[in-house]
């Protein structure tokens, strides 16, 4: 898993809690169902199951790969668009290509994050080059959605291309445990991303037996998702493994342990923190369409059909249909309301 690796986390600035700080107590574990997203690449999707309220501000994870592919098999999406949210990519091996109508886009690899705030409304594609279609190779990564206020669905669309170089390098009290801060703040230090919500997000590697000791914002909501490996979360101690979600409630500290004895397949454990301040607003989500109601929802369709969210490439065929559009992204093809 390259991404961003240090050879010596003992070099990087060290992360410590308050000792009399509370940790936070495991409110869920659930394990993601597997499918396949946009021409065919399988994901973990990891909100599946997730109360809604949970999640807030964060809409949908989708863990992409870690898959092999033989040459001819690389797979991406077609042009689509999307309205009152932001995607952040992010690659821990492979490549992808992005592309929007707003002139945004770029090639992204192992430790790169794109970051596209929706708004008003973009078009985009992703698409590994055609050099990984011919040969092949290792793909992983996920994509997270995370939603936008009201005040803010309407912004004008933009585009962050954050370097692997860029992020945030921090370790634990104990050293063994690499914290990648890309967006948001821990312990002082802050990640390159720029957010429109106010988020964290760190991609943490434990060395086996390693125990990482967080100090989080209380006003934050916390998920914990595994990446690969398996260990423990909380001072309880609850066991996670690879594809699993952990939600986490009332305190200041995250508590995750990687077990002792690793598979040799996934020599580290992996983890993908987020937290965020909960919007608590009504959320109405069909397709790559995030917004408040389900008349705005169904603006957003219409919206699309009549090119007001912009315009493809001649070469390029859009999607038409609603069902069409929510089929890229696997996501509703019905108005959820929550």
Not at 26 to 47: D, I, L
């Amino acid at each position: 898993m390259p991404a961003v690796t240090v050879s010596d986390f003992t070099v990087l600035p060290r992360v410590t809690a308050d000792p009399t700080a509370k940790s936070r107590r495991v409110k869920s574990v659930t394990t993601a169902p597997q499918g396949f997203e946009g021409e065919g690449f399988p994901v973990r999707r990891a909100f599946a199951g997730v109360d809604m309220a949970d999640l807030d501000p964060f809409i949908h994870l989708d863990q992409m790969g870690e898959v092999e592919y033989a040459p001819g098999e690389p797979k991406g999406t077609p042009w689509h668009p999307h309205r009152g949210f932001e995607t952040v990519t992010y690659i821990i091996d492979g490549i992808f290509d992005h592309k929007d109508n707003h002139g945004g886009g770029g090639t992204i690899t192992n430790g790169d994050t794109q970051w596209m705030t929706a708004g008003a409304g973009i078009l985009h594609i992703e698409t590994p080059p055609e050099h990984l279609v011919v040969s092949g190779g290792l793909f992983h990564g996920f994509q997270l959605w995370v939603n936008l206020p009201a005040a803010k669905k309407w912004s004008q669309p933009a585009y962050q291309d954050i370097r692997a170089g860029d992020v945030a390098l921090l370790t634990s009290a104990d050293g063994g445990v690499l914290l990648r801060v890309i967006a948001g703040e821990v312990a002082g230090h802050k990640g390159p991303g720029s957010t429109q919500t106010p988020i964290t997000m760190v991609h943490a590697t434990l060395a086996p037996g390693a125990q990482l000791r967080l100090p989080w914002r209380p006003d934050y909501n916390a998920l914990v998702y595994t990446l690969n490996g398996k260990g423990t979360v909380g001072d309880s101690a609850q066991p996670v493994q690879m594809g699993q979600l952990a939600v986490l409630v009332d305190g200041s500290t995250l508590v995750i342990t990687a077990d002792q004895n690793q598979e040799s397949r996934s020599p580290t454990m992996d983890i993908l923190i987020l937290g965020g301040e909960p919007i608590r607003e009504s959320v109405a989500w069909m397709g790559p369409f995030v917004m408040n109601t389900k008349a705005e929802v169904i603006q957003a369709f219409e919206d699309f059909q009549k090119g007001l969210l912009g315009t493809i490439p001649a070469e390029h065929v859009a999607p038409s249909s609603k069902e069409e559009i929510a089929g890229i992204h696997n996501t509703p093809s019905e108005v959820q309301e929550g």
